[in-house]
Every structure is written in structure tokens, then in C-alpha cells.
């Protein structure tokens, strides 16, 4: 066992005296003059609720967050009054700025607002298994989608345990990303097991190149490499499934994943424009990363468990006629999801058209 | 007793249109707070089949409410969502006959590649907003089946079919 | 240097030509062959939607998933075929009574159904016309300091292993995720109403901190799972219970009646988890006890925590004056004791009777009631 109490207790007869004390009646009210700071939250918009911008107030607020945390490694709650030897529960991000987006308050209220449960939210009925080339496939993207989704869950999972609690807020919001991953890892599983066909095929190229992504060294790498790039082309992927759909579960299924997605991935946005907002030298270091890790992403939307069944979707069968109609839709997909994947690379800082290895396409 | 005349019906596109919009998202409060909190400002822009002007407006969305319709001139969006007139008659014929718009006519599929509707937007941030709150959007597009509306030529969308199948097969 | 792909893909020529032929239509589509059992789940019951239950099929499932999980070191998603060339992920928990609980599918799908959102189901406009007295409410916002303070412990602990566990173990991992939101709500709620009180957050508790460190520092997750679902957690769901019990608004009762459901489902899964840990692997049964004998010697620690004990003794006797603090420390003391009765009454259900013979605290409450009935 890694931790012991200081004492054995049952055998520390200061202890008992104090209790038995107390409870004759004689309290000792140490704490009742302490006080954070008397202020009173209220909702500024009674429709949103009590959020956690309405309690971004003085030393309690995420505001008042200094860049280093330097006295703080315990989990008492920020604006609370410290005492003495209080333990150092091992926290290894403690920089503001490694973990920091100006967006992230609004994105928890916001991922927690936008919950969804896809045994229940999905009309699963309207689905019918089939024996088609198209179902196969759908089979198949699916085992690839709760592939990604296991690792998309275990990033924040990864992290938040080491995240020093003073960044509330934050590590919330992991919370809500970890929520959103299982929900995906369920419900691309279901979709998949309601096919006829099983689960397929587990992809090499995707997991060795997921498995680069979560071996990250430093948050900020592991946010720009799994919330930025690798969310950019999983939202692209999820526009696509809603946009090749032939039943409303389908295009529901793929909607509301993309939204939850889409949250990420303006975590990722905000996170980086935060991180080299204030660590402007780190730009250099995040753009080398993106130069050697950068090719995972052609890993995954160029491996064939992904790209087959989405030119098949495209098709609508392996007609060799319909087959180019499929290609051609996936050439358009992949020339837009690197596209949005730079735009949002340029927008935080870190262009990327120039110096990208990602082969471009002739569309 | 003088006989009393229905009302005009809409015209689409229009500000009163959108504003019915806005009317029938209100009756749907449930509904759309389940959806969650839904914040965004964005555009629609109708271009004009002969040429002429585009009708432009902006939308204003806040926590479960539509809480604005306006010109779009002047007004800072997270995106804009343009297109010729014929492809949001497209859509909104869809929505109207079926009740909702089936997959083909889903508004992630019309902008998927920019073929019939396209979206502008100056920060990727703001276009994301298009993806985080892309149910929310297209429940308030789906509302329009429920509107009295003609086109600018006078014709109507195809009335309500009676088994209303939303799915493109 | 973190681990790198054994490909670098923009770099491998065989790869980025079948990517570009892919492109062009000329699929090699071997993944349609991939050996697989075919299978069409369905939802067994419409109301309830298509549930993991429904999904626990053949090699699918987890009712035939062996104890040792030797085959899939990957995030092969359980069932799926697995190719040569999958990489090694590592995971130090590959045994199923580790981490196993009867009914795990079911406590994730009723998490993830009731799912609440503390920012707009609590009544705050109705919370914030409630002034309370100077000594109710500081014992109060003391009481919701120490509860923000300890709540997303059990976030960060069940997060650490999360992805320590093989992959196949992913009903256990989602509810994980599910359990990291509740806590992450939790400390929110707790916050926010701290915050509206008017009083704000008061003291932070040192030696409740150590117990969290004590559950932060555990050696193996069935160690961290059982004191931390069954003990703490457990000990927790009495404390929400008699919080609901003494709350000073109709609006903080329904506060700690949301907090409340979400936390019995987490000892729910604490004591299946325990029962599968007795059931499956028997000779676990020592190692849970010596675990057991020092949680509870910082439950017993906990004494020292005066800004718990005292708040509940203000609150649940409504004031200061002498004849309140009586009156609160006979309901806190019941409490106490129900608190601890309720603990090796679950512990017994698990199938660890013999606890209370062996426990210290156990004979420290025995005793308490002695000399309260005397």
C-alpha cells in the first residue's frame, strides 16, 4: 500500500478525548470565523441557470487563477480557507496556460445541456439489418468509430487525474469530454451490432497511429494532437455518416456524436490560442510536434477500415461505376477535413499549408 | 356579419417567415431545451434567381430561444448559410411535405460540400458553432412544416403527405 | 520521446499508394472476409432503447468473456477481428474479477440515462430568496466546503485507471466516464451552492485530504474500487441522506436527492464489484481486509475533522443555543452510527460477515453505543 496515516488512530486518545467533547455539547466552532470571502451568487439569466460564469466572483472566480499554482496541491476548493499541513496530493500541471481555454466554462455548461443517452435517443427500431454491401460497411465504420472513441475516452482520463484541482472548471469539462467518448464508444457499438454483419475489422494503421496520439509527453501536445487534429477529421468523419445516412436514426446518431465532437474541437481551439497566448515560445516546439505526429491523421482517414466502407456508403454498392461516384466523395472529404484541419491551425497559431507532409489531392 | 379571410399566407423568404420560425420554436420550449443550450448568431442569405438582391437576415440564438431575427447587414455572425433560391425551396419543400427534412435534405447534408448551400464564416471557431448545435439547428429549420408559406411566385410548398417517411430510401 | 507509430505514414509509400488507390475506387475490400459472427441485436424491451444487455452476444458479449483476457492487448473493440500488427497498449489490469461487478451494464446505462444538469435543475431562483440565520447558514456553507472539497476525488481516482484497464473491460471504463461526470456535477453543485449562500466557502478540511490522498495512493484499482466506491462512497450516500434529512430549503433537499441517486448507483457498483471480487477470486479476501484496516482507521481519524462533525451537529439542531446543540448531537450521533451500521451491513451483503469480529471500528462504535445506552 502506497499511503499510511501518521498514526494509528483508534490508539490516539487525543483524538478520542476531542470527540467525546464534542459531542457533550462542547463544540470548539474553529472554523466559524473563517471565511473565504462573504459574496453571494445569483443566475444572471434565469433561463441558463445558476452557471459557472455567474460564480466567476472575486478570489473564488476562475478568474482570479494565478499563471503558476504554486501554493496549492490539494484538493481544497479554490477560494477556501487553507489551513497547515495540508498534503500534497502529486500534481504535475500546475501552469495556468498548459491547460487553460477562455471558452472551456461555457463548453462544459454547454456539453452538459446538450447531454444525450443513445439507448434512448436513437430510434433504433427504424434500423433493419440487412444483408447489404451497405450495412457491411456501416458495420465496419462503426468497429472503426468505437475504436477511435476508446482512445478519444482515455485522453482527458489520462490527464485529469495529474491536472491540479484549482483548475476546476477544466477538469470538469474532461469529465464531460470522458462522458461523451463513452456515450460514442456505445453507440457506435450498438449501430454496429444492429447490422446483421457483427463487428469488423480492427484497424493497424489507426491504432498504432492512436496509440502515438495518446502517448502525448505534455498536455498541450496531447490536446492539439487529439482535440484539434484528430477531432478535426472525427468531425469530419461524423458530417459525413449524417450526411450519407438513408434513415433518420442514422443521420441522428451521426448529428448528435458530431456535436459533442465539435465541442472538442473548439476546446482545442481555445486551449491553443490560450496556451500560445502566453507561452508564445511554445510555437515553435507544437509545430514540430504537428511535423512528427501530424502523419497519424492520414493513418486513420487513409486506413482501409475507414475509407473502403465510407467510399461503399458514398456508392451505395461496389459497382465499379458507383464505386468512382464513392471515390470521388471521399476525395472531396478528405481534401475538405485537411482543409478545415489547417484553418483551424492558422487560426490558433501554428499554419500549417506549407509545412504539412499530408498528401493534398486534386479534387 | 362581414366574412373574416384567412390570413396571407408567409412568404418565404421573408423576415415574417423567420419570425414565425421563432414564434413556433417558442411553443417547442420543451423540446428545444432538451436539445440543450443553443448559443449563436447566425446568417441565412436566399440569392435571388433572376439576380437581384439577395434577402438576407440574421438570426440570434440564446439558451433555448431564438431570441432575434434581423438584417443581416451590420450584424457579427458565426456563419452564413447562402444559397440560390431554388436549393432552399429544395429543402423547405422536403421539410414541408415530410414534416421534417429527410436525409438528403438535412442541412449537413446540403452544405457537406457546398453544392447547394454553402457556409462563410471568418473564424473556424464560429463555424464550428454550424456542428455544436447542429440538431438544435435543424429542429428549427424542421418547424417551417408547420407554416402557411408561398413562394415569391405565389406557389406553395407540396402539402403534408399523409405517411410522412423521413428516410431517403 | 513518447512512443512512436512503427509507420510513419506520410513516409510509407506502400501505404500512401493504396490510400491513393482507395481514392481512385479500386478497393481491396479483405475487411468484408474478416472472420466474424454475425449477429442482429435488438432492443428486448422498446421503452428502454437498445441497452448493453441487448448487445451480450456470443463473443460479444460479456457473459462469455474469459477471466483472463490473454488474445486482445489492443483497442480492438471486444468481438471485433483482430489483424497482425495491432499494437500492445499495456494495460496492467487484464484480469475480469478485477474490475468486474454483476450488473456493470446496467449501472452505466442508468447513469447515462440520468444524467442531470446542476446548473439548471436546482430551483436557485427560489434558493436565493432564502436568507438564512448567521449560524445555519455558515454551518451549512461550511458543510458544502467540505463536500466540493472531496467530491472529485472520485473522479480523479476511477480517471487514473480508466486507461490502465484492457480495452475489453469497456463497459467498466464507460462507467467510469459516467462516474467522472457525476463527481466533476458534484463538485459543481456543491460550489454553487456554497457560493449562493452568501457566507461563500469556508474552511478546507486537512485531515479529510489525507484520506483522499490515502484513496489516490492505492496500489491496484480492486484496492482503490473498495475503498473508495464501497467505503467512502458508501459513508458518503448516509451523509447525503441525513444532508437531505437536515437541509434548510425544499430546494437543497432536491439537491441532495440528485446527488444522492448518482452516488448510490456508485456503491451499487462498489458492492457487485466486491461480491465479484469474493466470488472470483477468493484469495483476494486478506488483502481486502489489510486494505479495509486502514480505511477505517482514517474514517476514524475523521474525528479531527471538526468543521464536518460540528456543522452537523448546528444544522441538524437548528442553532447554537445549548438546547439545539443537544438536540444535535443526538440526531448527529444516530447519524454516526447509522453511518457506520449501514457500512458493515454492505460489507456483510458482499460477503464479508466476518468484518465487524475483525474491525477496530467496528468495536469503537460498539462501544460508543454501550456508553450511550448506559
Request: aromatic fraction near 10%; proline fraction near 4%.
Given at each position: 500500500m502506497a499511503y499510511y496515516a501518521e498514526k494509528n488512530f483508534f490508539e490516539d486518545q487525543q483524538l478520542i478525548e476531542l470527540v467525546t467533547n464534542i459531542l457533550s455539547g462542547?463544540?470548539?466552532?474553529?472554523?466559524?470565523?473563517?471565511?473565504?470571502g462573504r459574496v453571494r451568487a445569483r443566475p444572471s439569466d434565469l433561463r441558463r441557470g445558476l452557471t459557472y460564469e455567474d460564480c466567476?466572483?472575486?478570489?473564488?472566480?476562475?478568474?482570479?487563477?494565478?499563471?503558476?499554482?504554486?501554493n496549492r496541491y490539494s484538493m481544497?476548493?479554490?477560494?477556501s480557507v487553507l489551513v497547515s499541513?495540508?498534503?500534497?496530493?502529486?500534481?504535475?500541471?500546475?501552469?495556468r496556460s498548459d491547460v487553460w481555454s477562455d471558452n472551456v466554462v461555457a463548453l462544459y455548461e454547454e456539453a452538459k445541456a446538450r447531454r444525450w443517452a443513445p439507448a434512448v435517443d436513437?430510434?433504433?427500431?427504424?434500423l433493419t439489418a440487412g444483408d447489404s454491401v451497405r450495412e457491411a460497411a456501416m458495420a465496419q465504420l462503426c468497429t472503426f468509430l468505437e475504436e477511435v472513441a476508446l482512445v478519444a475516452m482515455e485522453m482527458p482520463s489520462k490527464w485529469v487525474f495529474s491536472?491540479?484541482?484549482?483548475?476546476l472548471e477544466l477538469k470538469s469539462f474532461l469529465c464531460a469530454q470522458m462522458i461523451d467518448e463513452a456515450r460514442h464508444v456505445e453507440a457506435w457499438r450498438k449501430r454496429a451490432l444492429t447490422s446483421g454483419h457483427g463487428l469488423g475489422r480492427a484497424s493497424v494503421s489507426a491504432e498504432q497511429a492512436l496509440k502515438e496520439l495518446l502517448s502525448a509527453e505534455t498536455y498541450p501536445e496531447a490536446s492539439l494532437g487529439t482535440n484539434l487534429l484528430l477531432g478535426s477529421f472525427v468531425l469530419a468523419m461524423c458530417r459525413a455518416i449524417a450526411a450519407l445516412a438513408e434513415t433518420r436514426a442514422d443521420r441522428l446518431l451521426a448529428t448528435l456524436a458530431m456535436q459533442d465532437v465539435a465541442r472538442s474541437v473548439a476546446y482545442g481551439v481555445g486551449h491553443m490560442r490560450y496556451h500560445l497566448a502566453h507561452q508564445p515560445g511554445k510555437a515553435v516546439a507544437l509545430a514540430e510536434y504537428l511535423d512528427r505526429t501530424e502523419h497519424v491523421v492520414l493513418g486513420i482517414a487513409g486506413s482501409p477500415e475507414f475509407l473502403e466502407p465510407v467510399v461503399i456508403l458514398a456508392a451505395g454498392s461496389v459497382d465499379r461505376d458507383r464505386l468512382a461516384a464513392g471515390s470521388r466523395f471521399a476525395r472531396r472529404w478528405y481534401t475538405s477535413a485537411v482543409e478545415e484541419y489547417f484553418e483551424r491551425a492558422a487560426a490558433v497559431g501554428?499554419?500549417?499549408?506549407?509545412?504539412?507532409?499530408l498528401p493534398r489531392l486534386d479534387v | 356579419m362581414p366574412a373574416v379571410s384567412a390570413p396571407p399566407p408567409l412568404r418565404f423568404p421573408s423576415r415574417d417567415f423567420f419570425e414565425a420560425l421563432r414564434e413556433a420554436m417558442r411553443a417547442e420550449r420543451e423540446r428545444f431545451s432538451r436539445l440543450g443550450f443553443f448559443d449563436t448568431t447566425f446568417g441565412v442569405r436566399i440569392s435571388s434567381d433572376d439576380g437581384g438582391e439577395p434577402a438576407e437576415f440574421a438570426l440570434r440564438f440564446e439558451v433555448f430561444d431564438c431570441v432575434g431575427v434581423e438584417s443581416l447587414a451590420g450584424v457579427e455572425t458565426d456563419f452564413v448559410v447562402e444559397g440560390p433560391f431554388a436549393a432552399w425551396r429544395e429543402m423547405l419543400d422536403t421539410i414541408h411535405a415530410l414534416g421534417a427534412a429527410d436525409t438528403a435534405h438535412s442541412l449537413n447534408t446540403l452544405t457537406h460540400f457546398g453544392e447547394q448551400l454553402r457556409v462563410r464564416y471568418d473564424d473556424p471557431d464560429g463555424h464550428d458553432k454550424l456542428y455544436r448545435f447542429a440538431e438544435s439547428i435543424q429542429e428549427f429549420f424542421d418547424l417551417s412544416a408547420r407554416l402557411d408559406f408561398a413562394y415569391p411566385d405565389g406557389s406553395r410548398p407540396?402539402?403534408?403527405?399523409a405517411e410522412r417517411q423521413r428516410s431517403a430510401r | 520521446m513518447s512512443y512512436l507509430s512503427t509507420t510513419d505514414f506520410t513516409e510509407d509509400q506502400p501505404f500512401v499508394d493504396r490510400f491513393e488507390r482507395m481514392l481512385r475506387?479500386?478497393?481491396?475490400?479483405?475487411w468484408l472476409d474478416a472472420p466474424r459472427e454475425r449477429v442482429t441485436c435488438r432492443p428486448e424491451n422498446a421503452r428502454r432503447g437498445l441497452t448493453f444487455r441487448d448487445l451480450d452476444?456470443?463473443?460479444?458479449?460479456?457473459?462469455?468473456?474469459?477471466?483472463?483476457?490473454?488474445?486482445?492487448?489492443?483497442?480492438?473493440?471486444?468481438g471485433a477481428a483482430m489483424p497482425e500488427g495491432?499494437?500492445?497498449?499495456?494495460?496492467e489490469v487484464n484480469r475480469k474479477s478485477e474490475v468486474w461487478a454483476y450488473n456493470i451494464e446496467g449501472y452505466y446505462e442508468e447513469a447515462m440515462t440520468r444524467q442531470w444538469n446542476a446548473t439548471t435543475d436546482i430551483p436557485w431562483a427560489e434558493l436565493q430568496s432564502v436568507e438564512l440565520p448567521e449560524d445555519i447558514g455558515k454551518a451549512y456553507a461550511q458543510l458544502l466546503t467540505f463536500l466540493t472539497e472531496v467530491e472529485m476525488i472520485a473522479t480523479d481516482v476511477p480517471a487514473k485507471w480508466m486507461g490502465r484497464l484492457?480495452?475489453?473491460?469497456f463497459e467498466v471504463k464507460n462507467f467510469i466516464a459516467t462516474q467522472a461526470m457525476d463527481e466533476a456535477r458534484h463538485a459543481e453543485i456543491f460550489r454553487k451552492r456554497a457560493l449562493s449562500t452568501g457566507w461563500g466557502l469556508m474552511r478546507a478540511s486537512a485531515q479529510n485530504e489525507f484520506n483522499l490522498k490515502f484513496l489516490r495512493d492505492a496500489d491496484s484499482f480492486a484496492e482503490a474500487s473498495l475503498a473508495l466506491h464501497l467505503q467512502a462512497e458508501g459513508m458518503v450516500l448516509t451523509l447525503f441522506r441525513f444532508s437531505e434529512y437536515i437541509s434548510p430549503t425544499e430546494g437543497d433537499k432536491k439537491l441532495f436527492r440528485l446527488v444522492m441517486q448518482d452516488e448510490a448507483r456508485h456503491v451499487g457498483y462498489g458492492m457487485q464489484h466486491l461480491k465479484w471480487v469474493l466470488d472470483h477470486?477468493?484469495?483476494r479476501r486478506e488483502a481486502i481486509h489489510h486494505h479495509l484496516d486502514e480505511a477505517e482507521n482514517f474514517v476514524f481519524g475523521g474525528g479531527y475533522a471538526t468543521e464536518v462533525l460540528e456543522p452537523f451537529i448546528i444544522l441538524s439542531g437548528k442553532g447554537l443555543k445549548k438546547e439545539n446543540i443537544a438536540e444535535g448531537v443526538r440526531i448527529t450521533n444516530a447519524f454516526q452510527l447509522k453511518q457506520a451500521d449501514e457500512y458493515f451491513e454492505r460489507l456483510a451483503k458482499c460477503g464479508l460477515p466476518e468484518r465487524r469480529e475483525r474491525s477496530r471500528l467496528w468495536k469503537m462504535i460498539d462501544l460508543r453505543k454501550q456508553t450511550m445506552a448506559a
Amino acid at each position: 500500500m502506497a499511503y499510511y496515516a501518521e498514526k494509528n488512530f483508534f490508539e490516539d486518545q487525543q483524538l478520542i478525548e476531542l470527540v467525546t467533547n464534542i459531542l457533550s455539547g462542547n463544540l470548539t466552532l474553529e472554523w466559524y470565523t473563517a471565511e473565504g470571502g462573504r459574496v453571494r451568487a445569483r443566475p444572471s439569466d434565469l433561463r441558463r441557470g445558476l452557471t459557472y460564469e455567474d460564480c466567476n466572483l472575486g478570489p473564488y472566480g476562475y478568474d482570479a487563477i494565478p499563471e503558476f499554482v504554486r501554493n496549492r496541491y490539494s484538493m481544497a476548493a479554490r477560494g477556501s480557507v487553507l489551513v497547515s499541513k495540508l498534503p500534497d496530493l502529486g500534481y504535475t500541471i500546475n501552469r495556468r496556460s498548459d491547460v487553460w481555454s477562455d471558452n472551456v466554462v461555457a463548453l462544459y455548461e454547454e456539453a452538459k445541456a446538450r447531454r444525450w443517452a443513445p439507448a434512448v435517443d436513437v430510434p433504433w427500431a427504424e434500423l433493419t439489418a440487412g444483408d447489404s454491401v451497405r450495412e457491411a460497411a456501416m458495420a465496419q465504420l462503426c468497429t472503426f468509430l468505437e475504436e477511435v472513441a476508446l482512445v478519444a475516452m482515455e485522453m482527458p482520463s489520462k490527464w485529469v487525474f495529474s491536472i491540479n484541482q484549482e483548475f476546476l472548471e477544466l477538469k470538469s469539462f474532461l469529465c464531460a469530454q470522458m462522458i461523451d467518448e463513452a456515450r460514442h464508444v456505445e453507440a457506435w457499438r450498438k449501430r454496429a451490432l444492429t447490422s446483421g454483419h457483427g463487428l469488423g475489422r480492427a484497424s493497424v494503421s489507426a491504432e498504432q497511429a492512436l496509440k502515438e496520439l495518446l502517448s502525448a509527453e505534455t498536455y498541450p501536445e496531447a490536446s492539439l494532437g487529439t482535440n484539434l487534429l484528430l477531432g478535426s477529421f472525427v468531425l469530419a468523419m461524423c458530417r459525413a455518416i449524417a450526411a450519407l445516412a438513408e434513415t433518420r436514426a442514422d443521420r441522428l446518431l451521426a448529428t448528435l456524436a458530431m456535436q459533442d465532437v465539435a465541442r472538442s474541437v473548439a476546446y482545442g481551439v481555445g486551449h491553443m490560442r490560450y496556451h500560445l497566448a502566453h507561452q508564445p515560445g511554445k510555437a515553435v516546439a507544437l509545430a514540430e510536434y504537428l511535423d512528427r505526429t501530424e502523419h497519424v491523421v492520414l493513418g486513420i482517414a487513409g486506413s482501409p477500415e475507414f475509407l473502403e466502407p465510407v467510399v461503399i456508403l458514398a456508392a451505395g454498392s461496389v459497382d465499379r461505376d458507383r464505386l468512382a461516384a464513392g471515390s470521388r466523395f471521399a476525395r472531396r472529404w478528405y481534401t475538405s477535413a485537411v482543409e478545415e484541419y489547417f484553418e483551424r491551425a492558422a487560426a490558433v497559431g501554428l499554419p500549417r499549408r506549407e509545412r504539412s507532409r499530408l498528401p493534398r489531392l486534386d479534387v | 356579419m362581414p366574412a373574416v379571410s384567412a390570413p396571407p399566407p408567409l412568404r418565404f423568404p421573408s423576415r415574417d417567415f423567420f419570425e414565425a420560425l421563432r414564434e413556433a420554436m417558442r411553443a417547442e420550449r420543451e423540446r428545444f431545451s432538451r436539445l440543450g443550450f443553443f448559443d449563436t448568431t447566425f446568417g441565412v442569405r436566399i440569392s435571388s434567381d433572376d439576380g437581384g438582391e439577395p434577402a438576407e437576415f440574421a438570426l440570434r440564438f440564446e439558451v433555448f430561444d431564438c431570441v432575434g431575427v434581423e438584417s443581416l447587414a451590420g450584424v457579427e455572425t458565426d456563419f452564413v448559410v447562402e444559397g440560390p433560391f431554388a436549393a432552399w425551396r429544395e429543402m423547405l419543400d422536403t421539410i414541408h411535405a415530410l414534416g421534417a427534412a429527410d436525409t438528403a435534405h438535412s442541412l449537413n447534408t446540403l452544405t457537406h460540400f457546398g453544392e447547394q448551400l454553402r457556409v462563410r464564416y471568418d473564424d473556424p471557431d464560429g463555424h464550428d458553432k454550424l456542428y455544436r448545435f447542429a440538431e438544435s439547428i435543424q429542429e428549427f429549420f424542421d418547424l417551417s412544416a408547420r407554416l402557411d408559406f408561398a413562394y415569391p411566385d405565389g406557389s406553395r410548398p407540396p402539402a403534408a403527405r399523409a405517411e410522412r417517411q423521413r428516410s431517403a430510401r | 520521446m513518447s512512443y512512436l507509430s512503427t509507420t510513419d505514414f506520410t513516409e510509407d509509400q506502400p501505404f500512401v499508394d493504396r490510400f491513393e488507390r482507395m481514392l481512385r475506387g479500386d478497393l481491396d475490400l479483405s475487411w468484408l472476409d474478416a472472420p466474424r459472427e454475425r449477429v442482429t441485436c435488438r432492443p428486448e424491451n422498446a421503452r428502454r432503447g437498445l441497452t448493453f444487455r441487448d448487445l451480450d452476444v456470443g463473443s460479444y458479449g460479456f457473459t462469455d468473456m474469459p477471466e483472463l483476457i490473454r488474445e486482445n492487448r489492443s483497442f480492438a473493440p471486444r468481438g471485433a477481428a483482430m489483424p497482425e500488427g495491432l499494437p500492445d497498449l499495456q494495460a496492467e489490469v487484464n484480469r475480469k474479477s478485477e474490475v468486474w461487478a454483476y450488473n456493470i451494464e446496467g449501472y452505466y446505462e442508468e447513469a447515462m440515462t440520468r444524467q442531470w444538469n446542476a446548473t439548471t435543475d436546482i430551483p436557485w431562483a427560489e434558493l436565493q430568496s432564502v436568507e438564512l440565520p448567521e449560524d445555519i447558514g455558515k454551518a451549512y456553507a461550511q458543510l458544502l466546503t467540505f463536500l466540493t472539497e472531496v467530491e472529485m476525488i472520485a473522479t480523479d481516482v476511477p480517471a487514473k485507471w480508466m486507461g490502465r484497464l484492457n480495452a475489453d473491460f469497456f463497459e467498466v471504463k464507460n462507467f467510469i466516464a459516467t462516474q467522472a461526470m457525476d463527481e466533476a456535477r458534484h463538485a459543481e453543485i456543491f460550489r454553487k451552492r456554497a457560493l449562493s449562500t452568501g457566507w461563500g466557502l469556508m474552511r478546507a478540511s486537512a485531515q479529510n485530504e489525507f484520506n483522499l490522498k490515502f484513496l489516490r495512493d492505492a496500489d491496484s484499482f480492486a484496492e482503490a474500487s473498495l475503498a473508495l466506491h464501497l467505503q467512502a462512497e458508501g459513508m458518503v450516500l448516509t451523509l447525503f441522506r441525513f444532508s437531505e434529512y437536515i437541509s434548510p430549503t425544499e430546494g437543497d433537499k432536491k439537491l441532495f436527492r440528485l446527488v444522492m441517486q448518482d452516488e448510490a448507483r456508485h456503491v451499487g457498483y462498489g458492492m457487485q464489484h466486491l461480491k465479484w471480487v469474493l466470488d472470483h477470486f477468493p484469495e483476494r479476501r486478506e488483502a481486502i481486509h489489510h486494505h479495509l484496516d486502514e480505511a477505517e482507521n482514517f474514517v476514524f481519524g475523521g474525528g479531527y475533522a471538526t468543521e464536518v462533525l460540528e456543522p452537523f451537529i448546528i444544522l441538524s439542531g437548528k442553532g447554537l443555543k445549548k438546547e439545539n446543540i443537544a438536540e444535535g448531537v443526538r440526531i448527529t450521533n444516530a447519524f454516526q452510527l447509522k453511518q457506520a451500521d449501514e457500512y458493515f451491513e454492505r460489507l456483510a451483503k458482499c460477503g464479508l460477515p466476518e468484518r465487524r469480529e475483525r474491525s477496530r471500528l467496528w468495536k469503537m462504535i460498539d462501544l460508543r453505543k454501550q456508553t450511550m445506552a448506559a
